[in-house]
Every structure is written in structure tokens, then in C-alpha cells.
């Protein structure tokens, strides 16, 4: 089947801290893959993207490279901002004509000053 | 401000009222979504449009209608919910439907709703 499987929370770090956030997909064929984040209060926003095996995907200091070979696409900060507290999805499109991504349950990040 | 507009931000409701929420988007994307987020769980994909036509409907329970009167706006009418049904509800949108490897959702802030 298709699906995202993404650690469990919360994650508690301090500030300046090494965040990992794991996260796994089941697919048939190579999805697109997508880290999502939502701040207190707010909607989702896309954090970042890969979209074939081997790419890395970047922004606000987040990386997260797409592994065919493990079928993964962990989240990775080398150092956390209290700003960056919030809710982060893992997350990979359907395919086909069907207009959906499939997310994972979201893994709650803390940062502590 | 991501150009998805959600209002109400919060809404209470009983389980024999009748209400209505709403989805304006800014961007000139073609497709919107219905999602229902509820704790501990994935987000579930509840309802596709496109091009004002729906395109997917997830087994949806029929107490939640969605109504797409143009390609900006999205509604999803509530009447005789139960208190499971108590949620955050997002819409998003995007250009196109999501096969495009490219294609990203735009979601706006949401509305929190409490059946009683």
C-alpha cells in the first residue's frame, strides 16, 4: 500500500540543538516527497520538496534527502531555533489522477531557550 | 498569509444546528480540498475539486456537504454532526491536481470545530 510512517512526538530539544525527525514511505513507483510544517495557530506550509531519489531538499536551514534505497526522507536541522516550534509532517503525493498527498501524523517539535 | 482564507477560525456548534464553512482562495489555483485534521491522526483528505467538479470524494459521511460555486471558493455545510466529528478543518488549494510532481498545497490557518 502507500502510506508515511513518521516518529512519534513530542520531540523536546534545547536551542541550538541537532533535530532529526524521522520519517519511512511505502510506494509503488517513486512519489514525490514533502516535508510540511505548521505553526501554533496556523495551516500547513510546505517546508520543503524532493522530487526524485537522490535529491535533497532545503530551506530555512531543513534538509531532507529522498533515499530509494531505504525509502526514507528524514528531516534534518543542525541547529533549532525556538521559532522553529511547531508540528512537522512528512508527507508523499498519490500519483495518478487522484489529487492527493498522503500524510504522516505529524511529529510535534518543542524547543526550549 | 499563504492566499487560502478560512473563516470562521472557530466555531461551536450542536449536533442538531446547521452551519457552514468557508474557503476563499487569492492565488488562481484550479483545484481545492476539504482536509479534517483531528489529534493523533493524519490528516484525512475529505473532498477534491477541480475546475469547480469534484474529484474525489473519501467515503465522507453525507452530514458533510462541500459546494465549489467557483474556482475561488470553496464551503462545506454541516448539519446533524456528531461530537467525533470535532476538528480542525483545512482547506488548501493548488494549481493543479497533485500527479504534477511539482505541485505543491497552499492550506489556509483553518477552522476549529466543536460539536457539543
Known amino acids: 500500500g502507500n502510506s508515511v510512517t513518521q516518529m512519534e512526538g513530542p520531540v523536546t530539544l534545547s536551542e541550538e540543538a541537532f533535530l532529526t525527525i524521522n520519517c519511512t514511505y511505502t510506494?509503488?513507483?517513486?512519489?514525490?516527497l514533502f516535508w510540511y510544517v505548521q505553526y501554533p495557530g496556523e495551516g500547513l506550509q510546505l517546508l520543503l520538496k524532493a522530487t526524485k531519489a537522490d535529491d535533497k531538499g532545503s530551506n530555512k536551514g531543513f534538509e531532507a534527502t529522498y533515499r530509494k534505497e531505504t525509502t526514507s526522507f528524514h528531516l534534518e536541522k543542525g541547529s533549532v531555533q525556538v521559532s522553529d516550534s511547531a508540528v512537522y509532517f512528512c508527507?508523499?503525493?498519490?500519483?495518478?489522477?487522484?489529487?492527493?498527498?498522503?500524510f504522516g501524523k505529524g511529529t510535534k517539535l518543542s524547543v526550549k531557550p | 498569509e499563504t492566499g487560502v482564507t478560512q473563516t470562521p477560525r472557530h466555531l461551536v456548534m450542536g449536533m442538531t444546528n446547521k452551519k457552514s464553512l468557508k474557503c476563499e482562495q487569492h492565488l488562481g489555483h484550479n483545484a481545492m480540498y476539504w482536509y479534517k485534521q483531528s489529534a493523533k491522526k493524519p490528516l484525512e483528505l475529505m473532498f477534491v475539486y477541480s475546475l469547480e467538479e469534484r474529484v474525489e470524494n473519501n467515503s465522507v459521511p453525507s452530514r458533510f456537504s462541500p459546494e465549489c460555486p467557483n474556482s475561488s471558493h470553496l464551503f462545506l455545510h454541516l448539519h446533524t454532526l456528531q461530537p467525533e466529528d470535532s476538528a480542525l478543518y483545512l482547506c488548501a488549494s493548488s494549481q493543479g491536481l497533485l500527479e504534477d510532481r511539482n505541485e505543491k498545497l497552499f492550506f489556509g490557518s483553518g477552522t476549529q470545530l466543536s460539536v457539543l
Open positions: 510506494a509503488t513507483g517513486y512519489p514525490s
Open positions: 508527507a508523499r503525493n498519490y500519483g495518478g489522477s487522484q489529487g492527493n498527498l498522503i
